[in-house]
């Protein structure tokens, strides 16, 4: 319980357990496991970032990439919805909310996987989110 306010985020591995505040910029490699923290808002992720991970379950999350990231993503949700910012250049490898439009069964759960950017791929974002939306914008 409680909040956080960091200015930078680089190599890091972390837990925040209903918690609300800013995350400044995140860089390099960072591994993040929310819980119920519905009020964090993240300022920026670098278009340099290697790799970020985030597990968030009861947490809304809003992503702001910069329009030079060039990288891959691959979000899982569960009882919650995936939006990307049109404005970025995506490719997408694999959207069950629309493979599921020539099917009849109904999910739950949906996958997303794909690409940003136009140069070589370099950052990877992975997002698992439980009962919370995600946006990349």
């Not at 979000?75 to 990307?84: D, R």
């Not at 490898?93 to 739950?108: A, I, L, M, P, W």
């Not at 070589?120 to 698992?128: A, E, L, P, S, Y």
């Amino acid at each position: 319980h409680g909040r956080i306010n960091v200015k930078t985020m680089e190599d890091l591995e972390g837990i925040l357990n209903y918690s609300k505040g800013l995350l400044g910029n995140i860089k390099d490699e960072v591994k993040l496991k929310l819980n119920f923290s519905n009020n964090l808002i993240i300022k920026n992720i670098d278009e340099h970032i290697n790799n970020l991970e985030i597990s968030s379950n009861y947490s809304d999350l809003d992503l702001p990439i910069s329009n030079k990231f060039n990288g891959s993503f691959d979000i899982k949700t569960t009882h919650g919805t995936f939006l990307i910012n049109p404005a970025l250049s995506v490719i997408f490898y694999r959207n069950s909310e629309k493979d599921k439009k020539t099917s009849t069964g109904r999910s739950t759960s949906n996958f997303y996987q794909g690409k940003i950017g136009t140069n070589t791929q370099k950052g990877k974002i992975v997002i698992i989110s439980n009962y919370g939306d995600v946006k990349i914008k």
